[in-house]
């Protein structure tokens, strides 16, 4: 059991991985609305609606956050 908890410790998120990670989400984010304004426009239907993309993106955050150190965390909330 403890080596469990030493693989999963190791394979926490870091402050420049968290970086990189924080950035992906919120350009997948700006693209994926900018996308759904454009269909708007266009009056077209997309096949996965905004509210579904954001909560998707809502619990992949949720997930991420579990999975990055706590200082790497604490440094996101403040910087991001």
Do not use: C
Request: hydrophobic share 35%; charged share 35%.
């Amino acid at each position: 059991m403890q080596v469990g908890l030493i693989i999963r410790n190791s394979m926490k998120f870091n402050i420049q991985d968290r970086i990189v990670l924080d950035e992906m989400v919120d350009t997948f984010t700006r693209e994926m609305e900018k996308t759904h304004e454009e269909y708007d426009l266009l009056d077209k239907k997309p096949i996965i609606t905004l509210q579904y993309w954001k909560q998707m993106i809502k619990e992949v955050q949720r997930k991420i956050d579990d999975f990055t150190t706590k200082k790497a965390l604490s440094h996101s909330k403040k910087y991001r």
